[in-house]
């Protein structure tokens, strides 16, 4: 009788310490563009922008804030696969007139997992191949690791 006095608290409380299915938090990136960013041709000079990036794969979501100071209205805005000089194929559209959007699942996964792998880029009516553009980098301001070869 004694051991089932002990064993009954314990029984009650092990439940709380059991783990449920791990979920991903939210990801947070921060793009700042500039129009000299822009490959192959610069965008209007002194143009620049922001991208305020959430990213959660659980809720298979990408929320953004953008912000773009230059000649015209942004008309399009997208993320894309390729590092810093280096152009590359649109992986997640972005809605100029919406907040959040929901791209395949394994786009989120590549931003999360190699955001310095990933640029931002506003495009205008004039200029059409790109007004601004920056590289993803994790919010806090700290890159994420180097990537020996990153493949998709």
């Known amino acids: 009788m004694r051991t089932l006095r002990l064993l009954l608290p314990i029984a009650l409380i092990t439940p709380a310490f059991v783990a449920g299915p791990a979920e991903a938090s939210p990801s947070s990136f921060i793009a700042n563009m500039t129009a000299e960013e822009v490959q192959p041709l610069p965008g209007p000079p ?9 990213a959660d794969q659980d ?4 929320c ?26 649109v992986t997640i559209n972005l809605d100029v007139n919406a907040e959040c959007v929901n791209p395949n699942p394994a786009e989120i996964k590549a931003l999360v997992d ?15 191949n790109g007004a ?7 919010e806090g301001g700290r ?8 493949q998709h």
């Open 114 to 128: 190699w955001p310095a792998g990933y640029y931002v880029e506003i495009h205008t009516a004039y200029q059409q």
């Open 132 to 138: 601004v553009r920056g590289q993803t980098v994790p």
């Open 143 to 150: 890159p994420a690791p180097a990537h020996q070869q990153h």
């Open 59 to 62: 809720a298979h979501q990408v």
């Open 64 to 89: 953004y804030k953008l912000t773009y100071d230059g000649p015209g209205p942004m008309t399009a805005a997208h993320i894309h696969r390729g590092e810093k000089g280096m152009n590359g194929p």
């Open 46 to 54: 002194g143009a620049k922008g922001t991208a305020k990036i959430v």
